[in-house]
């Protein structure tokens, strides 16, 4: 059962960082219209639109040359997908399965959700990050209104284990109780990270309470860096573990940045509550921005030279209910890259010190105490219940 497996390094490939969907839509689509053999796609929100119907024309033209095209869509992020664009793919030919479609009688269990984002072609590229295929990420006829976030084209040995979380998983929606998976009996070992070496990389997922291996990986990074942690989240309401090695490492000091999201963004209640954690991280020299733009719905970190971008939050709803998927790296000009977005991120942002937060608005205090407070109480019922 992949629940309880954790992935090695490999090594010997190659990354590149794309950002916006300017930039991976039209790289992606290439890729799909270039394949041979297969097309493997992973997605939890896709919504009837110009994005959407470019990929099914994509998928569609695909499967009509022989090529074998699978779909794993999550059951809630897919609502918006209409009749039509499902019925022109299955009647292409293309396998179109569904994580855990809503049903009244599975109650808190319609909460477990398919948030993974990655797309396998052939078996020897893949593409992984935090985008849905929705006109929020990239609208063809608006190259200028789209959400922020970033894709990696992937290539080498490394696509091979992207296959296999995705074969695994799309077996197992077939299965009664998909989220009931066995709890491991110990937790899963990380394997330590490579002495600094170009085109190192593995495959770091979680699924739900079974399996966290992208919050371990990521705690034990927290825990031994030495120069920066800049980490990037659209919705900020880390654990507390995550929230205390912030703060030791730059009372430490360690470079640490956080780059969150703006009142651009589609949940303002969940940015109210995560505002709750800022005084006791600034008093503790973290650093904290908010992307002015557009909304940010970037998730990615990066401490010292290791990285790690891909679909999950870094927060307890993600880390209790979904599936998610990351790719962690160590590799010098990837690294690069990602230092750079963040810089160019950082430079369009506005920082957030002590003062200013003290001198906030009293309507801004109040919303940030009644959604800290119900998110307290919320997850605390879970953890009961649990």
Same mark, same amino acid.
């Given at each position: ?51 959407? +119907? /470019?990929?099914?024309?994509? *998928? ?28 022109? *793919? ?22 477990? =959700? ?14 992984? #990050? ?71 990389? =593995? ?15 990521? &705690? ?32 430490? #000091?360690?470079?640490?940045?956080? &780059? *969150? ?13 995560? /505002? =709750?954690?800022?005084?006791? *991280?600034?008093?503790? #020299? ?18 010292? +030279? ?58 801004? =205090? ?19 219940? #649990?």
């Amino acid at each position: 059962m992949l629940a309880g497996k954790v992935f090695p390094w490999r090594e010997g490939n190659q990354f590149q960082l794309l950002v916006d969907g300017p930039q991976f839509f039209p790289r992606m689509l290439a890729s799909i219209n270039a394949a041979q053999h297969r097309v493997d796609v992973e997605l939890y929100l896709v919504e009837d639109g110009a994005c959407a +119907d /470019q990929l099914t024309d994509a *998928l569609i033209a695909a499967a009509n040359r022989g090529v074998r095209v699978r779909c794993l869509f999550d059951g809630f992020g897919c609502l918006k997908l209409g009749q039509k664009a499902r019925q022109r *793919l299955t009647d292409a030919g293309v396998d179109l399965r569904q994580y855990n479609p809503l049903r009244l009688r599975l109650k808190f269990r319609n909460l477990h =959700r398919d948030h993974r984002k990655l797309i396998v072609v052939d078996g020897s590229c893949c593409f992984v #990050g935090g985008t849905g295929a929705t006109d929020e990420f990239w609208n063809p006829s608006n190259a200028y209104e789209h959400w922020h976030e970033a894709m990696v084209e992937i290539s080498g040995p490394l696509v091979a284990d992207w296959q296999r979380l995705f074969d695994v998983q799309w077996a197992l929606c077939l299965k009664n109780r998909i989220w009931q998976l066995p709890l491991p009996q110990r937790l899963p070992r990380v394997p330590a990270n490579p002495t600094f070496d170009d085109g190192m990389g =593995r495959v770091a997922y979680s699924a739900a309470r079974q399996h966290r291996d992208i919050l371990h990986s990521l &705690l034990r990074n927290l825990q031994r860096a030495e120069r920066r942690i800049w980490l990037a989240t659209p919705y900020f309401l880390p654990t507390g573990r995550v929230r205390r090695e912030l703060m030791r490492a730059a009372r430490r #000091g360690v470079d640490v940045r956080l &780059l *969150l999201t703006s009142r651009n963004t589609d949940h303002p209640s969940v940015r109210y509550a995560g /505002q =709750r954690y800022y005084p006791r *991280l600034l008093r503790a #020299g973290v650093r904290i921005h908010e992307y002015q733009p557009h909304f940010l719905h970037l998730k990615m970190a990066l401490v010292d +030279d290791w990285v790690s971008v891909g679909s999950c939050n870094f927060d307890h709803w993600n880390l209790r209910w979904n599936l998610e998927a990351n790719l962690e790296a160590v590799d010098r000009q990837f690294s690069e890259s990602v230092a750079s977005s963040f810089e160019t991120d950082f430079s369009h942002s506005f920082e957030i010190d002590l003062e200013q937060w003290h001198a906030r608005p009293l309507s801004q =205090r109040v919303y940030q105490r009644l959604w800290g407070l119900l998110d307290r109480l919320v997850i605390n019922i879970f953890n009961r219940s #649990g």
